[in-house]
């Protein structure tokens, strides 16, 4: 007999895996509304489990809405160490990969993206979130630091880092807002990203 969505969200809530299914399915009604368009018993309802079942596992809806930030930064950094290791040919590809990385995953979950950089007040002081997103940074600078001279300064390996990172952020944000004039192409965004590179690691 098939199951109804109540009865597989029951089944995963007895496997242990609700907790992961509400914020994956949070994640989908961040993408469709927007961070403030939904209340937890619209989720609730969307995974298939009585509005009471949230709060099993999150105090309220500011937690589930931040460990939705938290698991789109570790998909950003684990989709950028793929990129940047999987990079090859010019020994700056891994810096292009990561910000055409970087981007792309911006067109891909911009609702995730715009929660990850806009979460909340305090966020300086959410000291997991800051240990999230240095991580991502890491991954930046520790292909910085390849690239450059050996012996290059940690300062100057943090200043270029910056560079790439303010250049790239602001492309992406851009992207989303529908504020770039051009309509790059894949190939033209690529050219872009090479060129960037470039001028911030070698000229």
Same mark, same amino acid.
């Given at each position: ?94 810096i292009t990969a990561l ?10 979950e911009p609702g995730v ?33 390849? /690239?450059?001279? %050996?012996?290059?300064?940690? $300062?100057? *390996?943090?200043? =270029?880092? &910056? ?22 192409? /894949?190939?033209? %965004?690529?050219?872009?990203? $090479?060129? *960037?590179?470039? =001028?911030? &690691?070698?000229?």
């Amino acid at each position: 007999m098939e199951q109804t969505g109540n009865t597989r969200a029951r089944t995963q809530y007895h496997h242990g895996d609700l907790r992961a299914h509400l914020i994956e399915t949070v994640r989908i009604l961040v993408e469709e509304k927007g961070a403030d368009g939904f209340s937890i018993s619209e989720a609730a309802r969307r995974a298939g489990v009585s509005s009471a079942a949230p709060y099993k596992h999150f105090s309220d809806r500011a937690e589930i809405v931040r460990e939705v930030a938290l698991a789109g930064i570790d998909r950003m950094r684990d989709h950028m160490d793929a990129a940047a290791k999987e990079a090859s040919g010019d020994p700056l590809a891994p810096i292009t990969a990561l910000g055409l990385c970087y981007a792309e995953f911006a067109r891909t979950e911009p609702g995730v993206f715009r929660l990850m950089f806009g979460l909340t007040k305090g966020h300086e002081r959410d000291d997991e979130m800051r240990a999230r997103g240095d991580g991502c940074l890491a991954v930046v600078k520790r292909e910085v630091r390849a /690239a450059m001279p %050996e012996g290059t300064p940690d $300062a100057e *390996i943090e200043r =270029r880092s &910056l560079m790439l990172h303010m250049f790239v952020h602001g492309h992406a944000f851009l992207e989303i807002d529908g504020k770039h004039e051009l309509d790059l192409t /894949a190939e033209q %965004e690529a050219a872009i990203m $090479a060129d *960037i590179s470039h =001028r911030v &690691l070698r000229d």
